[in-house]
């Protein structure tokens, strides 16, 4: 895995940039902001709103070598546009 694929930030910073008060990653994980939201606090990351690269936020940046198993699921978004003739 590429190194800029993943980008670890404390709950702290998270909380810092997004506004938010969580005490806990599983309060993130159970109650996560809007979607809105998510995407401002990408951009403030430097991500794009079309970027895929994984953000973990954890309580403690890992100091020792770790590996990641994730699991994703991507889908082609199609418009299609109907005209009667």
Known sequence: MNRDE???????????????????????VYAP????????????????????????VVEKIPSNKIEIICQSKTYSDVKEVLITL
């Not at 993943?6 to 993130?28: C, E, K, P």
């Open 6 to 28: 993943v980008r670890f930030i404390t709950l702290a910073h998270y909380n810092h940039l997004a506004g938010t008060d969580y005490q806990s990653v599983t309060q993130l």
């Open 33 to 56: 902001p809007t979607f809105e939201k998510e995407v401002k606090l990408r951009a403030k990351l430097g991500v794009t709103p079309y970027d895929i690269s994984i953000i973990l």
